[in-house]
């Protein structure tokens, strides 16, 4: 990594954390789901950066992967738990960070998540293994009384791309990649009340490009004009301007040019909280750049 790239990533860095501050401001009761997420997400661009994906806001059991639909008009109530998850990339590189947002009695769930990404920073320097990582943020949820989500992970990150190894898992494993100065990826516990895995709900608004073939439906083919600017990385269908994008939107994932991202979400009436930073590894230790 040479000093141009770790500018670029700081530069993500500090601004995602920015935004992502005074977002959570706005997840208040009463407030319009749609329009926090359009707010936040319209903070990136004035700020002169770019979505790295576009925002999620998973409220409860939901643990990932929801944003808005279009003419969303679902309103944040008493009790809820709302992950906020903020992606914000400069001339491809990413930084990636989220806090969780208790609208009930639930600081100690919240409390849980962020403690166990705090024990996972304090141990990361070259020659730690993802594994170990894992352990010390499993431990520090259980020993709050909660559950780590295992089939949840963090992510390496690279230009453009948001997700490679390392994988960052939420749980001890033996071993694991061993870390390496100059590595740059996000740690994401997730602490939940339910069963500790997550499913994919039939609600899908995030998709990505993942291979380029010819397109023989002209609305699909818009569709890949609209996106071409991502390079690969997550769009919402909120931001398509495509009369007939739902139909063109599964033939498109049928021929497997795009890929579709469920909601993914623990059991009916359970609870999960996320807290998540991106770091870059250094010769003794490690600089998080979503602080």
């Not at 500090?14 to 903070?43: F, H, N, W």
Request: aromatic share 4%; net charge negative.
């Amino acid at each position: 990594m040479n000093d141009e790239i770790f500018d670029k990533y700081r530069e993500a860095g500090l601004l995602a954390a920015k935004i992502l501050r005074d977002g959570a401001k706005e997840i208040r009761i009463g407030a319009s789901y749609l329009d926090i997420i359009e707010s936040i997400e319209s903070r990136v661009t004035e700020d002169g950066a770019a979505l790295a994906f576009p925002l999620n806001l998973s409220l409860n059991e939901d643990a990932a992967h929801d944003t808005a639909s279009p003419g969303d008009t679902r309103i944040l109530t008493k009790g809820d738990v709302a992950k906020l998850d903020l992606g914000v990339q400069v001339d491809g590189y990413i930084a990636d960070t989220a806090t969780t947002v208790d609208l009930g009695v639930n600081s100690l769930l919240v409390d849980a998540s962020k403690q166990a990404l705090e024990a996972a920073i304090g141990i990361i320097r070259p020659g730690v293994t993802a594994g170990d990582l894992g352990m010390a943020v499993q431990t520090t949820i259980e020993n709050r009384g909660y559950r780590p989500i295992a089939n949840l992970t963090g992510h390496g990150l690279d230009k453009y791309v948001l997700h490679r190894s390392p994988t960052i898992p939420n749980i001890g494993i033996k071993g694991g990649m061993v870390l390496e100065e100059g590595m740059v990826f996000a740690i994401e516990p997730f602490a939940t009340t339910g069963s500790g895995h997550v499913m994919e709900k039939t609600r899908k608004e995030i998709y990505s490009q993942i291979s380029q073939k010819p397109v023989r439906i002209p609305a699909g083919r818009a569709i890949l004009e609209q996106i071409r600017d991502r390079h690969g990385l997550p769009f919402s269908r909120r931001w398509l301007k495509e009369r007939k994008m739902d139909l063109a939107l599964p033939a498109l994932i049928r021929s497997q040019v795009l890929h579709v991202y469920p909601v993914l979400s623990d059991i009916p009436g359970s609870l999960v909280s996320q807290a998540e930073h991106t770091i870059i590894i250094t010769a003794d230790g490690c600089i998080v750049t979503t602080r």
